[in-house]
């Protein structure tokens, strides 16, 4: 009865006692396999939406140049309007509308320095000088402000292949 009594109270902890807690364990150990699993999913999906975050930042970069390209394109174009349009305002013999339409021309010119820097660095050195003289000099001698805007607009001619194909 003792040795009977003794098995029933070994049979009774082990159900009552620890059954359970083996029954927790392995619902814990199921549970840590299913959370290693998703990490590993995780992992697999970090490391595909760092590589697209990777060609992102590529294209970014790509249309970045492109934008940067098209503001020197832009800054371009209006010198030359700039300058075209004070090239005839001088043909027309009319100075303060040659001076006026040059008068946003020198901070164009001075946003696209860097850009003509690139490209031809003496141009960058010579294109500010040649506007500020023909600015500072279209009142007192019109025909030669009219020649350096000539020149003024060869030059600017001559840049364009080289800023469109940059």
């Known amino acids: 009865i003792i040795a009977?009594?003794?098995?029933?109270?070994?049979?009774?902890?082990?159900?009552?006692?620890?059954?359970?807690?083996?029954?927790a364990l392995d619902e814990t150990q199921a549970d840590l396999d299913q959370a290693y699993g998703e990490i590993d999913d995780l992992t697999r999906e970090n490391k595909r939406l760092a590589s697209e975050i990777n060609s992102a930042d590529e294209e970014i970069a790509t249309l970045q140049e492109d934008l940067d390209a098209a503001r020197a394109n832009i800054k371009y174009f209006q010198i030359l309007v700039d300058v075209n349009n004070a090239r005839i305002h001088l043909f027309l013999e009319d100075i303060e509308a040659a001076q006026a339409a040059l008068e946003d021309t020198q901070?164009?010119?001075?946003?696209?320095?860097?850009?003509?820097?690139?490209?031809?660095?003496?141009?960058?050195?010579?294109?500010?000088?040649?506007?500020?003289?023909?600015?500072?000099?279209?009142?007192r001698d019109p025909e030669t402000?009219?020649?350096?805007?000539?020149?003024?607009t060869k030059d600017l001619l001559e840049l364009e292949p080289l800023l469109i194909n940059k």
């Open 4 to 23: 009977i009594s003794f098995l029933a109270g070994f049979l009774l902890k082990h159900f009552v006692r620890y059954q359970p807690l083996a029954n």
């Open 107 to 139: 901070a164009r010119l001075q946003d696209l320095l860097p850009v003509i820097e690139e490209i031809n660095p003496e141009l960058a050195i010579s294109l500010p000088r040649r506007l500020d003289l023909i600015v500072s000099g279209l009142e």
């Open 145 to 152: 402000g009219r020649i350096d805007l000539e020149l003024f």
